[in-house]
C-alpha cells in the first residue's frame, strides 16, 4: 500500500491533529518538523513537565513522542484516519536524555490494510546517538 509520495503534507497532518486531538498540543508540546514517503519526523518541546526528578526527560514524555511520530508517518500515508490506534508499542530507553527538546525519527517497515509496522528513534537535537528505540504497531480501521 505504498505509493510514490505522502497522501497528506506535514501541514495538513498538522491542521488534523489540532482539530481531533487538541488534547496534544501539536505545535506546542509536539512539534511537526517533516513527513515523507513512509516516515515522519517530530520534536517534543521540552517543557518543565517533561522532566524527572534529576532533570531527564521523563520516560513517559518519550513514550508519548515516540507514540505520536509513528501515528504521524502512518496518517502521512493513509491519509485523515482518526480511528487508527496502538496496538503494541516496545520502547527500549538507551541513554539518559539531557534537559531539553527531543527528536524522533520515524520509519513504516510495513503498511498494509490493516496494520502498520514501524521503527522509531529518539534522540537529542544535534546528536546522533540514540536515547531510546522503540517500534510499535498499529490497527488501521476499514475504509
Known amino acids: 500500500m505504498t505509493s510514490a509520495a505522502a497522501v497528506m503534507t506535514r501541514d495538513e497532518v498538522e491542521v488534523f491533529l489540532a482539530r481531533e486531538f487538541p488534547q496534544i498540543g501539536i505545535g506546542e508540546n509536539f512539534i511537526l518538523e517533516a513527513v515523507g514517503l513512509m516516515s515522519a519526523r517530530m520534536r517534543l518541546a521540552a517543557h518543565d513537565r517533561n522532566l524527572r526528578p534529576g532533570g531527564t526527560i521523563s520516560g513517559p514524555a518519550m513514550f508519548a513522542l515516540a507514540d505520536v511520530t509513528l501515528y504521524v508517518a502512518i496518517l502521512a500515508q493513509i491519509g485523515p484516519v482518526a480511528l487508527a490506534v496502538?496496538?503494541?508499542?516496545?520502547?527500549?530507553f538507551l541513554g539518559r536524555p539531557p534537559p531539553g527538546d527531543l527528536v524522533c525519527d520515524c520509519k513504516l517497515l510495513k503498511l498494509g490494510k490493516r496494520l502498520a509496522v514501524g521503527e522509531v528513534w529518539l534522540h537529542a537535537p544535534?546528536?546522533?546517538?540514540?536515547?531510546?528505540?522503540?517500534t510499535?504497531?498499529?490497527s488501521i480501521p476499514p475504509r
Open 136 to 138: 510499535g504497531t498499529y
Open 86 to 92: 496502538t496496538t503494541n508499542l516496545n520502547i527500549n
Open 126 to 134: 544535534g546528536r546522533d546517538e540514540p536515547l531510546a528505540h522503540a
